[in-house]
């Protein structure tokens, strides 16, 4: 069983579209989070939720807007999409966040490719 | 602002050969340290961590230790293999209740037979 599971794995679309990545963990874990993977490699966070409330919103674009119907799903919406917004983006939860080391465990990814 | 500098890659070793990926942080206080590795194609998974000064962390036959004194978690192994080719990030844990982590840009390692 996988943990943490993102579907669609590879998307590639319009400028302009409206585009949706689901997100779901059986890890009974309390926080999720989405990370923003660059042509670089370079790792950066854009949302954390616990128990569906959000908890950081790292200066994302309002194009940008997470959903969380509870706490073991946390889907992500783009509005507009623009050519910048190709990057791998990664879902992931831990248990009660990252204080104190807890594991954030990573889904496999999901290449969004805007053309 | 916390943030964690990692050696420019990439990295190109023989099978065998010995590895160091070089890892420095600044941040405040005493943050979890850990290593995530990206094999090509795959999600992140976590290689190892370390959540206070002087342990070590280990995984594979890859190792890490916290040094406070040189702010410091470099990852090193005594014999790489060609299956270890990959991208490895270090990254800390940000505190002050911000509960997230702070990724190095990433090194990427090929191990050739």
């Known amino acids: 069983d996988t943990a943490v599971s993102q579907t669609p794995k590879y998307l590639v679309t319009q400028m302009g579209n409206d585009k949706s990545i689901k997100c779901e963990q059986n890890?009974?874990?309390?926080?999720m989070y989405w990370y923003k993977q660059d042509s670089k490699k370079f790792l950066k966070i854009m949302f954390s939720?616990?128990?569906?409330?959000?908890?950081i919103n790292e200066t994302v674009p309002n194009r940008f807007s997470p959903k969380s119907p509870d706490k073991a799903h946390l889907n992500l919406h783009i509005n507009s999409l623009e050519l910048g917004d190709s990057a791998v983006y990664f879902c992931?939860?831990?248990?009660?966040?990252?204080?104190?080391?807890?594991?954030?465990?990573f889904g496999e990814g999901s290449w969004l490719t805007v053309v | 602002g916390d943030s964690v500098t990692q050696m420019e890659g990439p990295v190109t070793l023989s099978e065998e050969a010995f590895l160091t990926i070089n890892c420095t942080y600044t941040?405040?206080?005493?943050?979890?340290l850990f290593w995530y590795v990206q094999y090509p194609g795959e999600g992140l998974q976590l290689l190892l961590k370390?959540?206070?000064?002087?342990d070590k962390g280990s995984n594979k036959g890859f190792e890490a230790t916290y040094r406070k004194e040189t702010t410091s978690f470099h990852l090193e192994k005594g014999s790489v293999q060609v299956s270890d080719s990959a991208v490895y990030f270090c990254?800390?844990?940000?505190?002050?209740?911000?509960?997230?982590?702070?990724f190095g840009k990433g090194t990427k390692l090929t191990v050739n037979p």
């Open positions: 992931a939860s831990s248990q009660a966040g990252v204080a104190s080391g807890n594991t954030i465990y």
């Open positions: 941040a405040t206080g005493y943050p979890s």
């Open positions: 939720y616990n128990n569906k409330e959000l908890i």
């Open positions: 890890l009974g874990h309390d926080t």
């Open positions: 990254a800390l844990e940000s505190q002050g209740g911000s509960e997230k982590l702070v």
């Open positions: 370390a959540t206070k000064a002087d």
